[in-house]
Structures are given as C-alpha cells and as structure tokens.
C-alpha cells in the first residue's frame, strides 16, 4: 500500500509558458501532501506544504504566485509553475502519507523532471 | 540548533562492512522516526521507521532508537556497492530534509 504517482515524469517547456504537475496517493487518503524540489548533487528542499480544502503554506523563499498549489482532493495535489524559466528547471517531487500524519512515513512519488529551454 | 542533525559524510566503506549512520533530535516528545534512501536521480524510498527504544531488523538493515540520548541510528550489514546512495533522516513529521547522509559501498 501507500501508493504515491506523480506525473509526467519528465516536461520540457518553453520559457514564459506553465507546466502543472500532478500528485495522487493511489490506495490512501491524503490530507497533507509536500513538494520539493532538488537541483543536481544538492540536497531535497521543502517548497510547501499542501493541505487538502486549504491554501498551501510556502517556505520562506519560495513564491507563491510563481508556484501554484492545489490539493482539490484528498487524492490530489498539483503544483503549477507558472511563466517558467531555465532556472526553474529542476527536479519536482511530491510526497504524502497515511493518517494519522507523522506515523507511518512518508511515500515519495517518482518525481517529475523539468526542463526549460 | 536545528530540529535533526545527521553525520554529513560522506560515509566510505568496503563491501561487506557495516555502515553506521546516525541522527539526533532535539525534540524529546518525539515519537516517530523514519530513514529514508535516496539514489542518484531517484526521489527518496522510505526504507525503515521506528516508534520504541531499541533495535528494529528488517533483513540487513536495523534501526536503533535511544530516546534518552535523542538519537536514531541506521545500521547497514554486509554492505553491498547497491547500498550506495545518500539516506535521509525524519522525526516525526517534519519533512524538511537536511542533506543527509552519502554513502559509498566500494567493491
């Protein structure tokens, strides 16, 4: 169980357009879903948390007008980033968990890779 | 002091070896405790949780929890070149990951 897809797995975009990414726990309900995003050989960073029926709450740094957030659902969560650039290219991952929040760990989908020309 | 602290590395061993990575926590009402593995390009796998003081074996891998010292240790035996990646510590459910902790299993 705990089943986490994300797609597509890889996007490449042009610069100035949007690209969403989507996230869906398969076999579970999730509340809370995290985004990260990880440049080469550095290390994981938190983007922002998603809550289902609520707005995202960003870390500190990361724009919110630029990195949309949905989580409709208690399937599904997207991230949008919006008027991509090449520096946004990077890799995009999700991940959620089973309630109650904390206990179980959580599952990472299988990330989706962007790039930006 | 940050929440979680994880021996950067990078941790080198021979094949066959045991690796020995550890985590301390500040949070002494901490009650969940998760390693996770991350390969080269890969998103990260959760390989091992831990909720009591003590061992916990799951094949070669075993988890050890000493809450009195605040800290969580990941054992890996009989290290294998495919146990190569960098492995991550989580309490609770704080999921702001540091850099973790790279391993190098050399043949």
């Known amino acids: 169980g705990a089943v986490v897809s994300q797609h597509p797995s890889w996007v490449i975009c042009k610069s100035g357009t949007s690209v969403k990414i989507e996230c869906r726990s398969l076999d579970f309900q999730a509340t809370t879903m995290f985004w990260y995003r990880q440049f080469p050989k550095q290390s994981l960073m938190l983007m922002a948390t998603?809550?289902?029926?609520?707005?995202?709450?960003?870390e500190q740094g990361v724009e919110k007008d630029k990195f949309l957030i949905n989580h409709a659902s208690l399937t599904l969560s997207t991230l949008t980033v919006t008027s991509a650039h090449p520096e946004d290219s990077s890799f995009y991952i999700c991940?959620?968990?089973?309630?109650?929040?904390?206990?179980?760990?959580?599952?990472f989908g299988s990330g989706t890779r962007l790039t930006v020309v | 002091q940050k929440e979680v602290e994880q021996n950067s590395g990078p941790l080198s061993v021979p094949e066959g070896a045991i690796a020995s990575l550890n985590c301390t926590y500040s949070?002494?009402?901490?009650?969940?405790f998760f390693w996770y593995r991350q390969y080269s390009g890969k998103s990260p796998e959760l390989i091992m949780s831990?909720?009591?003081?003590g061992d916990k074996e799951d094949g070669r891998f075993t988890a050890q929890l000493n809450k009195a010292s605040q800290y969580v240790s990941l054992l890996i035996r009989d290290s294998q070149p495919s146990d190569s990646a960098t492995y991550l510590c989580?309490?609770?459910?704080?999921?702001?990951f540091g850099a973790g902790t790279r391993l190098t299993v050399k043949p």
């Open positions: 831990i909720y009591s003081n």
């Open positions: 949070d002494r009402g901490s009650q969940s």
């Open positions: 998603s809550n289902e029926g609520s707005k995202a709450t960003y």
């Open positions: 989580a309490v609770n459910n704080d999921m702001r």
């Open positions: 991940s959620a968990t089973r309630r109650p929040t904390g206990h179980y760990g959580y599952t």
